[in-house]
């Protein structure tokens, strides 16, 4: 058999990308050399935002992809706990307040449901927060969705519409004919016959791409999270600071009163609960490698940082942490594209910290591609080329 399509990685990406191509009626394989979602999309947050996205195509994908998790929560027998529980982003600084107030004022304008809230507001909304916080934005169409689940979701309601899955499969060549157009995934369960290949390995991408001679900037990027104990409930939505922006755009310039320590582990305050009734506390954003160790200064700096806005966390326990790469790109766009210098081969990776939030509409969005329809909205900045582009008028 000759499959439309082979897919690599699956994670949120990969395995969503599997499913929109068969849901269009495309054969469709999936190769994970390891289980499905044991890359990034396992060790992870589990938010989908707009309010962490900058204005423009950013948060329009960030939308749209909220809407879809929605109907796919609604059509699924599959339940990847789908919770609309919004999101509210604090303010330290009358400084800090005036940049949230443009930045909502900007995405409300776009027709986005953001508004700021004053401070007795904001603590109505969380009691437990610390009560010097000047105010915030309140973004109530923010959701959560449990990651991993996203992935098996993807991959069972996949299965239902003839999606072949090769877990635990390891690639060592794709092969490519005379003319360069894909023609087959060799692998230690034979070879996979196929017309194209899509390349959702996350931060791996840049190794599968140098199998068809491609050079992919995608890079690691560490987050790290704590987990408490299970405890009585003292977080009701997904709330962040205001300096979160901060840390994941290096453009953002200004500076918070924090400690070396903070300052150092680039640590932003995210808070959210579990169904499981423990709390998530992150995070940071470091360049390691691929070294996904905890590292003790870095817990430290999370715990510190979470004390200051919810002070009752000095008295509740931390139990464990994990960590995990994002996939980075230096403009903040993922790539999703097809690749002009080899026919049938194309890349949906480099989502950063928004991989399970743009699972959905990148999958939509890449079956378009392959099916060469129109895609929803213009995605000529998510082409790979912009980076041959940028080099050649470098
Ligand atoms: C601490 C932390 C918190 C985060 N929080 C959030 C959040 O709240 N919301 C959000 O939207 N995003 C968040 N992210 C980002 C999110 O985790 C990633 O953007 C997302 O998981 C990327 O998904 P992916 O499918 O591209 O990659 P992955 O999930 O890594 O999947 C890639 C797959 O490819 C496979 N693979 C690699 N190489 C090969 C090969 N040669 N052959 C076969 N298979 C291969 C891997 O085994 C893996 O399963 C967070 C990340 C971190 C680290």
Redesign the pocket.
């Known amino acids: 058999m000759i499959y439309d399509v082979t897919v ?7 395995t969503s990308v599997a499913y929109h191509l068969c849901k269009k009626g495309f054969s469709v394989a999936l ?4 289980d499905i ?5 396992s ?6 935002l707009i309010s962490d996205k900058a204005p423009g195509l950013d948060t329009k994908m960030g939308d749209a992809s909220i809407r879809h998790y929605r109907e796919l929560a609604e059509s699924f027998s599959y339940d990847f706990e789908y919770d609309r529980k919004g999101c509210l982003y604090v303010c330290e600084t009358e400084e800090e307040l005036a940049a949230a107030s443009s930045y909502a004022k900007r995405q409300a304008a776009d027709g986005y449901d953001m508004k700021i809230v004053d401070a007795k507001t904001m603590r109505e909304m969380e009691p437990y927060l610390a009560d010097d916080l000047l105010g915030g934005i309140w973004t109530p169409g923010d959701i959560a969705v449990c ?1 991993y689940k996203v992935c098996f979701a993807f991959v069972e309601e996949g299965k239902k519409l003839g999606l072949k899955v090769y877990p635990y499969t ?2 060592s060549r794709i092969r490519l004919s005379a003319n360069r157009m894909v023609e087959a995934v060799e692998t230690d369960a034979g070879d996979i016959l196929t017309k194209r290949v899509i390349n ?5 991408a840049p ?2 791409g140098k199998l068809v001679g491609l050079d992919i900037p995608i890079q690691p990027r ?4 704590l987990i408490s104990e299970q405890t009585k409930r003292i977080v009701w939505h997904k709330v962040m600071e205001f300096g979160y922006m901060m840390s994941k755009f290096e453009s953002i310039n200004f500076r918070r009163n924090v400690s070396s320590l903070v300052e150092e582990y680039n640590v932003a305050f995210n808070i959210e609960y579990t169904k499981a009734d423990n709390i998530l506390l ?2 940071y954003r470091g360049f390691r490698g691929f070294d996904v160790r905890s590292e003790l200064e870095a817990m430290q700096a999370i715990a510190e940082r979470g004390i200051r806005f919810y002070p009752c966390l000095k008295g509740i326990n931390c139990i464990r942490s994990y ?5 980075y790109v230096k403009d903040h766009l993922p790539v999703v594209s097809a690749v002009d210098e080899v026919p049938g081969f194309y890349i949906a ?1 480099g ?8 699972s959905p509409i990148t999958g939509k969005l890449m079956a378009q591609l392959v099916a060469g329809e129109t895609t929803d909205f213009d995605i000529r900045r998510l082409r790979f080329s912009r980076f041959t582009e940028a080099q050649r008028t470098a």
């Open positions: 690599i990685g699956a994670g949120a990406i990969g190769i994970d050399r390891g979602a044991s890359g990034s999309s060790h992870c947050d589990a938010v989908a990651p390891h690639i959702c390995a996350g931060v791996w190794d599968v560490k987050g790290m999270n992150g995070g960590a995990g790469v994002r996939p990776a989502h950063e910290g928004d991989g399970i939030c743009l």
